[in-house]
């Protein structure tokens, strides 16, 4: 093992010490502060969201975390092979989608046959995320002050007890933090060379895909399908439920809509309620067959398949060591303190469950410390802002007008543009990011929605369709909880021309007694 303790380590230093743990046999890299024979108030075992924010938190309140991690790095799967390149496909996608949309025009170069390099942007994101979890292992040494073993796997012993390197480690709980990886759906060919979970996809891409299929809709499917297609290669999304159905937060109708048309009129090809039968190709993948809604059999050609067919909890050997209940995804069952069945073993991140979110993995480490410390403290995890990428950002909260019209009498509609969005080609909304769709290619400049109880005048919910909005769903989510109304968001100040336009929509009714639709 590779001791670490009693000298600072720099972000570069971190750099080479990871690079170094990619060889065979690499040791494991110890930092113990609070000294190695203690009994800690907890151990985490995966140092992701969930474990190095439960870590930080529970230090933060005085007491005595250690992390314990299989990779060289903390942070977890989100710099490594999720969040972060998804960011970086979503930025890429959004850039090329400009773009192409813009033709040559205004002195903007001329993308209409242009291809973006997706293999350079894969090995330009996997060069670069060293620097990424350096950055974590640092922050967590020298700023956080935690304790943390990396670069080998924690065994459990029994709920008071792990085993890393041969030593054994003695706490007061257990926190399992483990995350999930990619489902493989039973269908034959997921084997060939050429068949990519987003996990592979960053470790094993070598070659630039032409013919891409993506099997699956969820957001992994749609956001990677959405980079590879806006990139120039034709994509073909083939999935067994309708495409951005979510629960219980769901995406309100005419958004969904809005998305998916805009998806097929870039040229995008979806089949929802479809069926894989087989990936075919003799060692590489060749083309995917699958049976339509209708029934009708195709095969579609395809150098590229990723597979985007959801995620499964990674539990073991956890919890049949401990004994944990488990639900029916496989997810481990947690009270809302994040207590499993085992008393003394808490569980977090997407090892529980959807929603599978940083948000969830990072409160969810939070609340166990809080309650592992003595403060009972509880997790509402049922009503939450979410959003996804196409070559747009999506972003929603509270309920769709559906689900409101179902529980209130008085349902109030704001939207920008009125009447269907897909049919007008007029610049609205008009805002920063979309002013050039605005004036170029209006059908294109997104889509907002925001629902109302008339009666009592509450805001029930957000939608938007476009860039430069999501950070405000974090803050309108708050907003609503709090209760908040019309009137109150009428009397705020928004800073002209922002892209959610909720303020300057809801001002222009705020003054109503009876409210109206503006729609
Ligand atoms: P993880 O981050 O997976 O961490 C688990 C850790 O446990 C890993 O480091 C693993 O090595 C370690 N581990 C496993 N077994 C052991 C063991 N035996 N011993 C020691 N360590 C072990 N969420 C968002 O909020 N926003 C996004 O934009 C977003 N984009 C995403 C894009 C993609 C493609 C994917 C797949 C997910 C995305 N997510 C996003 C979800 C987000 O990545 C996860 O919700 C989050 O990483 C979960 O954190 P976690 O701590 O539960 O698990
Ligand atoms: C760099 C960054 O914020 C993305 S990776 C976050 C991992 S962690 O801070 O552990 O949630």
Not at 343 to 371: Q, S
Not at 386 to 400: A, I, P, Q
Not at 411 to 436: C, E, F, H, S, Y
Request: charge should be negative; include cysteine; hydrophobic fraction near 40%.
């Amino acid at each position: 093992m590779m001791d670490l303790t009693s000298r600072s380590t720099t972000v570069e230093e971190w750099c080479e010490l990871i690079d170094r743990c990619y060889e065979r046999d690499s040791e494991p890299l110890v930092n113990l502060p609070s000294g190695k024979d203690r009994v800690y108030d907890a151990i985490f075992i995966g140092g992701g969201p969930g474990g190095r924010f439960g870590a930080a938190y529970m230090q933060a309140m005085g007491g005595t975390p250690l992390i314990v991690e299989r990779w060289p790095f903390l942070g977890g799967s989100c710099p490594h092979n999720a969040c972060v390149p998804h960011h970086v496909f979503s930025d890429c996608a959004a850039e090329f989608d400009l773009l192409r949309w813009l033709r040559g025009r205004l002195g903007f170069p001329d993308f209409t046959n242009g291809r973006g390099r997706i293999l350079d942007i894969v090995r330009m994101f996997v060069g670069g995320r060293g620097m990424g979890h350096a950055f974590m292992n640092w922050q967590s040494k020298e700023q956080l002050g935690l304790d943390y073993i990396l670069n080998v796997p924690a065994r459990v012993i029994d709920s008071h007890t792990v085993e890393v390197d041969g030593s054994r480690f003695r706490a007061r709980a257990i926190v399992l933090g483990t995350g999930a990886r990619s489902i493989i759906p039973d269908v034959p060919g997921t084997k060939l060379h050429g068949v990519f979970t987003h996990e592979t996809l960053v470790e094993e891409l070598d070659y630039e895909p032409n013919r891409i299929v993506v099997i699956g809709g969820s957001k992994t499917a749609v956001e990677y399908g959405s980079f590879f297609h806006a990139a120039g290669a034709p994509v073909t999304i083939i999935a067994r439920s309708p495409i951005l159905r979510f629960e219980p937060v769901a995406l309100d109708e005419d958004a969904r809509t809005y998305v998916i048309d805009m998806m097929r009129s870039r040229g995008m090809a979806i089949y929802e309620e479809a069926t894989v039968e087989a990936i075919l190709g003799r060692e590489r993948v060749e083309a995917v067959r699958f049976r339509t809604a209708q029934g009708a059999e195709q095969v579609v050609p395809a150098d590229f398949v990723l597979l985007g067919t959801g995620m499964q909890p990674n539990v073991e050997p956890f919890a049949s060591k401990l004994g944990l209940s488990l639900g029916a995804r496989g997810e481990v069952i947690v009270d809302s303190r994040m207590m499993t069945s085992v008393p003394d073993v808490f569980a977090v991140g997407d090892m529980i469950g959807h929603p599978m979110e940083m948000w969830k993995a990072r409160k969810g480490g939070m609340t166990a410390a809080r309650n592992i410390m003595g403060e009972e403290f509880h997790l509402d995890i049922r009503n939450y802002p979410d959003f996804l990428h196409t070559t747009y950002e999506v972003s929603w909260v509270g309920l769709t007008e559906a689900q409101a019209r179902e529980r209130y009498p008085n349902v109030i509609v704001l939207k920008m543009p009125p009447g269907n969005p897909t049919q007008w080609d007029l610049l609205i909304p008009l805002a920063d990011r979309v002013m050039l769709y605005a004036f170029l290619e209006p059908r294109r400049s997104g889509f907002q929605k925001c629902v109302i109880d008339g009666d009592s005048r509450r805001v029930l919910g957000f939608c938007h369709v476009g860039y430069g909005c999501k950070d405000s769903f974090q803050y309108l989510d708050y907003l609503l909880k709090q209760g908040v109304t019309i009137d109150d968001m009428g009397s705020m100040n928004e800073l002209f021309l922002n892209p959610g336009h909720f303020i300057q929509l809801c001002r222009l009714r705020a003054g109503m007694k009876k409210l109206t639709d503006l729609a």
